[in-house]
Structure formats: structure tokens, C-alpha cells
């Protein structure tokens, strides 16, 4: 069974900064990709930051410059780096994995529960 865990969520003025950590757990052979997406109230879930095995990052419009993505594959860790945050930013973030699982070296993709980023103005 694999899960992914996050944290680091809360409550932040604006300009400030917060890091989110979503560790995934289980029989782990390798990730195919690690994201980050984002989903405030009334509006749709949207992708904010990916991380492809073996590519380059790539960020919502949004967010470039304010955010940064990077993982520790020895602690089955990806990270969100957010800096200069705004109200707007205020959502639930998720962390969403794609992951080829043993003993079986099937690709599945898993979601985290979410956590809550709030910025105040």
C-alpha cells in the first residue's frame, strides 16, 4: 500500500514563506513524477509545480519565481518551496505521485490528503 503524507500547511502573511513536504511511503521502486497541485475554495484543482523522473521542473504561471520544487529520493520526499506569498495562493495544496510500486513494477498514481495554506493580507 502506498501513501503519500503532507505537511507544512498553515497560516502565513502575506509576503512570507512556507515549505510543504509530502513523503511517500510503502514497497517504493522508483517515481515516474512528484507534483503539487492546489485547490481553493469554489474553483478547480490546478496543477502548481511537477517534478518528472529524470526532467526539468515546470510551474503554473503563478507561481514561477515564488515557488520551488525539489525532491530527495532517498527519503521518498518532495518538497514545495513557497516565497512571496500572496492571498490568492491561499488553497489546499495535495501532492500527487505517479509510482512504480514492487514486486509487481506497476505504475500507479496516489494522492495525498491535502494541507491547508492560508496567506493573509
Known amino acids: 500500500q502506498v501513501q503519500l503524507v503532507e505537511s507544512g500547511g498553515g497560516l502565513v502573511q502575506a509576503g512570507g514563506s512556507l515549505r510543504l513536504s509530502c513523503v511517500a511511503s510503502?514497497?517504493?521502486?522508483?517515481?515516474?513524477?512528484m507534483s503539487w497541485y492546489r485547490q481553493a475554495p469554489g474553483k478547480e484543482r490546478e496543477l502548481v509545480a511537477t517534478?518528472?523522473?529524470?526532467?526539468?521542473?515546470n510551474y503554473a504561471d503563478s507561481v514561477r519565481g515564488r515557488f520551488t520544487i525539489s525532491e530527495d529520493n532517498a527519503k521518498n520526499t518532495v518538497y514545495l518551496q513557497m516565497n512571496s506569498l500572496k492571498p490568492e495562493d491561499t488553497a489546499v495544496y495535495y501532492c500527487?505521485?505517479?509510482?512504480?510500486?514492487?514486486?509487481?513494477?506497476?505504475?500507479?498514481?496516489?494522492w495525498g490528503q491535502g494541507t491547508l495554506v492560508t496567506v493573509s493580507s
Open positions: 500527487n505521485a505517479g509510482i512504480v510500486v514492487r514486486p509487481t513494477y506497476i505504475a500507479l498514481e496516489r
Open positions: 510503502g514497497n517504493i521502486y522508483r517515481f515516474k513524477f
Open positions: 517534478i518528472p523522473s529524470g526532467g526539468s521542473t
